[in-house]
């Protein structure tokens, strides 16, 4: 947890205590939770307990990155959520992981989902097009009275996956990221500071786990935690359609991590045992 949410946690416990010294601190403890306690049953479900709403970013009006679509939750009775950016592989548009915004969404975030400024564009560029998103997203004013900007996180597939290491290094004050059967260049990430998860696919031909999310998850020495989760059988555009296990471990970690809720923890540690019932061929967690 990074040094700034520390002390934002103390002194919101710190002042439900004043005037009140004779009475229990009770969930506050952490403010950022939202949302039921969690089961397997909820986090694997396609949709969460957050009712969504939609807002489009045409290519006209996004600055920065090819347009998107924002999902935020409808409601705000628990209060502000965490943000997280989106996107999608070399030469796919933001369809193929749309599918993500609504699931995430309803789960306690803002997510935007985006197109990128080129089809081809590389992982540096998809890294800056990611943060770009980021702050739209959060200036945006249908969303930003919805908004903890201290609470921001990344996830992308395949260039875009590499792009969320490309972005964590560049802002790191973003609090996880997540790459989806991630493609990159560069192999050594100890710069970034974000909790990262990698998500390998067993049998992926175009970025396979040994050349590339494999030596990520292994480089990133200085995270604040590593995980790298390898999809049994599935091929590189497994993130190209909806998957619960994606989707599960996913939501955890950003539970975990962009809203510091330990009740999640449960679902990373000691996480998936690698088996045909669980989708997952290997899990490595430090």
Do not use: C
């Not at 004043?18 to 950022?32: E, H, I, K, L, S």
């Not at 800056?128 to 609470?151: E, P």
């Amino acid at each position: 947890m990074k040094l700034s949410r520390l002390i934002a946690m103390a002194f919101a416990s710190a002042a439900l205590t004043v005037g009140t010294a004779t009475q229990p601190v009770a969930a506050a403890d952490n403010p950022y939770e939202r949302g039921p306690n969690p089961t397997n049953s909820s986090i694997e479900a396609s949709r969460g307990p957050f009712a969504v709403s939609t807002k489009t970013i045409s290519s006209l009006s996004a600055r920065g990155f090819g347009g998107g679509t924002i999902y935020y939750p409808t409601s705000t009775s628990e209060g502000t959520f965490g943000v997280v950016a989106v996107s999608p592989g070399y030469t796919a548009g933001q369809s193929t992981i749309s599918w993500l915004g609504p699931r995430i969404a309803s789960q306690g975030f803002v997510v935007i989902t985006i197109d990128t400024n080129s089809r081809f564009d590389q992982p540096g560029s998809r890294g800056n097009q990611l943060l770009a998103a980021l702050d739209q997203t959060i200036a945006d004013t249908t969303v930003r009275g919805r908004i903890d900007a201290s609470r921001q996180a990344v996830m992308g597939h395949s260039m875009g996956g590499g792009g969320t290491l490309e972005a964590a290094k560049s802002r790191r004050s973003l609090e996880a990221t997540i790459g989806m059967t991630p493609w990159n260049l560069d192999k050594s990430w100890p710069e970034v500071e974000a909790a990262s998860l990698e998500i390998g696919a067993q049998n992926d031909s175009v970025a396979p786990p040994r050349s590339h999310a494999i030596p990520f998850y292994e480089s990133l020495t200085n995270a604040e935690r590593r995980a790298y989760l390898e999809l049994r059988g599935a091929s590189h555009f497994a993130p190209n359609t909806s998957n619960t296990t994606i989707a599960k471990y996913s939501i955890a970690w950003l539970k975990r991590y962009v809203d510091d809720d330990t009740r999640y923890e449960q679902f990373i540690t000691p996480g998936p045992t690698p088996s045909i019932s669980s989708g997952v061929s290997a899990y490595r967690i430090d």
